[in-house]
């Protein structure tokens, strides 16, 4: 049985992501959370455009995303879920990444893709997180590692 069968998820179009994130353009790497468990769980989703500034030169002939951006995208999920569980009316916080571990790449992402970063809380204590991230282009694993986060009030 399906364990998410009959769970509420949330969804964050990418207003939503803006007010989380500090992030921007060209630096923002996620277009939307398309599910959302508190900081339990939640998918993120890029659209991988063939006019952003890393084809320029990675690599002209042949595209494909730096695989420092596909954990960039990771982390800013995770990031957006921890931002979005604090309580109701809680100060917004800068997310800073601590840790990357135990990353792998399997496959290249090119233009057209959409990659999903499926992130899973593994550990929360006071105002850290880690998570392990999987990227998944068309249910293929692309890259996969763990990251953590910590918030720090401004």
């Not at 840790?99 to 959409?114: L, S, Y």
């Not at 692309?142 to 910590?150: F, N």
Request: aromatic content about 8%; hydrophobic content about 45%; charged content about 25%.
């Amino acid at each position: 049985m399906d364990e998410t069968a009959g769970q509420v998820f949330e969804t964050f179009d990418i207003q939503r992501l803006l007010a989380l994130l500090p992030h921007r353009y060209p630096m923002l790497l996620v277009d939307r959370i398309v599910e959302a468990r508190g900081d339990e769980y939640g998918v993120g989703i890029k659209n991988v455009s063939f006019n952003e500034p890393q084809f320029q030169g990675h690599f002209p002939e042949r595209p494909v995303m730096p695989g420092v951006l596909l954990i960039e995208g990771m982390a800013q999920t995770a990031g957006a879920l921890c931002v979005a569980s604090r309580a109701a009316g809680a100060k917004p916080s800068v997310v800073y990444l601590m840790t990357i571990d135990k990353v792998k790449f399997r496959k290249p992402v090119v233009p057209g893709d959409q990659v999903r970063y499926h992130m899973t809380r593994i550990a929360k204590r006071r105002n850290m997180w880690w998570f392990r991230g999987e990227a998944k282009v068309e249910g293929a694993l692309v890259c996969e590692g763990h990251v953590s986060a910590m918030l720090v009030d401004q």
